[in-house]
């Protein structure tokens, strides 16, 4: 038997699956820290997240005189008796009918389980919602490098960046929250990991990435009812794998048949060899249409929720706070539409700021009723110029995403003006300042500020540039896998923010959370993978020119995973 050696202690020498393990288990904890210490973070309610939180019968008791909700996080939520998603109220302010569907009550319960075993008071306490999250994190972190086809170092390296953009204060304050934002980023960092298996080597694997693309894209897409447009490129990298499966031919296969039975002393006789049932790539796909016919009926059923009411203030919402806010003459829109003229004295705030003897008006009502969807795209075929204005507008809150609170205040001429103020990130301790804002790892918030009036032509070029790199690696390995995954995020990243341009042009900056998020994970594989190219790129020019032979373990191509 071998005397063990410290070499066999490197990290290159030990099994990947414990690697992976002491990855994932890291980044958790670097993730439950940067949350906790050395004070608890989060994002305060903007008075939104009790249309989620009803399903658990919860609702957080503020004391008298407590500032307002936005202002602080608040941790701790009681049962309630005969509390649910169709009676709830907090103070006097008038919440909608419709409750939130989310794959976060999943990470709820378990947080209500946790908040048990950790003996933390009251019925649900969101801080053992954020270790499960931080844990989900840290597990997707350890499959990443698992399946990552790259060198250690470059596995590690793209593990820490992942955690270090995960950690942004838009993304990790949400494990902390009443919002669905997180199960959107678990959702996320799970498709991408499953993409990465599909577009891998082996049958078991790819299987292994249907299943997992498949569960975790049902997740995301019913994270948030904006979600539902991750359906269709999903479906596509599920139906048309990255990877075709090399399939061969009849005779090819008669011969490998006639070659096994004669192995097995199975001898047949000639005409009678049977053919596998399906064929490879048909049965590959046939498990890939069962997971797409889930997700899509998962994500429909959520995306189904809203009322007919709902539906027609999102879309008065649109015309009011973007469109018209967009208009040189917001009162011909008014006209062409059919609304209320009153409404133009209004334009970039949302109806419900208008006085209620207006909003109850038979003008205003029947200009609701008439909302559609294919009315709005119509009048932008009419007028295709206002296109650009619109998406300008998005791009701006794309370069400031942290969340924000809807608010009406004092306007000219006795009107009311939309006011944005921030939700806060503490908790109300001692002195501590209303709608404190955390700043302390806002890596991809401070990148983005640096770009911030620059509209969409740079937004444009973010989701170029990670592509074009990419492409220009020439590697096949790359293209098939990396370029997979960085397909799928720029095109969430686009979809998502076309679904928060058309959306109500409320809270904007936390609908495109998401696109944000898909934006930044693009980035990151596109920079290791060409890391990875040039490194070895200048091996084995320096290797050439000193006439050095590649030894075979130099041979194998540089995206090979080390076992």
């Not at 990130?425 to 209303?434: M, S």
Request: proline content about 7%; glycine content about 8%.
């Amino acid at each position: 038997m071998r005397t063990p050696r410290i070499e066999d202690l490197r990290p290159t020498r030990l099994p990947a699956t414990v690697l992976a393990a002491a990855v994932g288990t890291g980044s958790a904890v670097l993730l439950i820290l940067r949350l906790f210490v050395p004070r608890p973070v989060g994002v305060a309610d903007n008075y939104d997240g009790v249309r989620l939180m009803c399903h658990l019968g919860v609702d957080v008791r503020l004391p008298r005189n407590t500032p307002r909700l936005r202002d602080y996080v608040y941790y701790r939520y009681d049962h309630l008796a005969h509390f649910g998603c169709q009676r709830h109220a907090l103070g006097s302010i008038r919440l909608p009918d419709v409750p939130y569907q989310s794959s976060q009550l999943l990470v709820l319960y378990a947080g209500r389980a946790l908040t048990r075993v950790l003996g933390l008071p009251g019925y649900l306490d969101l801080r053992a919602v954020g270790i499960v999250c931080c844990l989900l994190i840290g597990t997707a972190v350890g499959l990443l490098y698992r399946i990552a086809t790259l060198r250690h170092r470059y596995r590690l390296l793209l593990c820490a960046a992942v955690v270090a953009v995960v950690g942004d204060t838009v993304f990790i304050d949400y494990a902390v929250s009443p919002f669905s934002e997180i199960a959107s980023v678990i959702g996320l960092l799970y498709v991408a990991v499953g993409v990465l298996m599909l577009a891998g080597p082996g049958r078991r694997r790819r299987l292994a990435g249907i299943a997992v693309t498949g569960v975790s894209g049902l997740f995301l897409a019913t994270a948030k009812t904006q979600n539902v447009s991750a359906v269709l490129p999903l479906a596509l990298l599920l139906l048309l794998p990255a990877v075709p499966m090399p399939v061969p031919s009849r005779p090819a296969r008669l011969a490998g048949l006639a070659r096994l039975a004669g192995m097995r002393g199975l001898a047949r006789p000639a005409g009678r060899v049977r053919l596998p049932a399906l064929d490879r790539r048909l049965r590959h796909r046939l498990t890939g249409l069962v997971a797409v016919v889930v997700m899509a009926v998962g994500a429909f059923a959520v995306s189904g929720n809203e009322d007919k009411r709902t539906a027609q203030l999102t879309e008065a919402n649109f015309v009011v706070v973007t469109l018209l806010s967009t208009s040189a003459h917001p009162e011909r829109d008014v006209a062409e539409f059919g609304a209320p003229s009153w409404l133009a004295d209004y334009a970039g705030a949302p109806p419900w700021c208008a006085p209620t003897t207006l909003q109850d008006s038979a003008a205003y009502q029947k200009f609701t009723k008439g909302l559609s969807h294919q009315r709005i795209l119509g009048f932008f075929l009419d007028h295709p110029t206002r296109l650009l204005p619109v998406l300008n507008r998005v791009a701006g809150y794309f370069y400031e995403p942290r969340p924000t609170a809807t608010l009406c205040g004092p306007g000219p001429h006795g009107t009311q003006v939309m006011v944005v103020p921030r939700l806060g990130n503490y908790t109300h301790l001692a002195h501590t300042p209303r709608g404190l804002q955390d700043h302390r790892w806002p890596p991809v918030t401070d990148a983005l500020g640096l770009l911030r009036g620059s509209g969409l032509a740079t937004l444009l070029l973010l989701w170029l540039l990670p592509a074009a790199a990419v492409t220009a690696t020439r590697r096949r390995r790359a293209l098939r896998g990396v370029g997979a995954v960085l397909a799928l995020l720029l095109v969430v990243a686009l979809t998502q923010f076309g679904e928060s341009a058309f959306a109500d042009g409320i809270d904007t900056a936390k609908h495109l959370d998401l696109a944000v998020l898909a934006t930044a994970l693009a980035w990151v594989f596109a920079a290791v993978e060409v890391l990875a190219a040039l490194t070895r790129r200048v091996r084995r020019d320096t290797a050439a020119v000193a006439g050095i032979p590649r030894p075979a373990s130099v041979s194998a191509p540089e995206s090979e995973p080390v076992a």
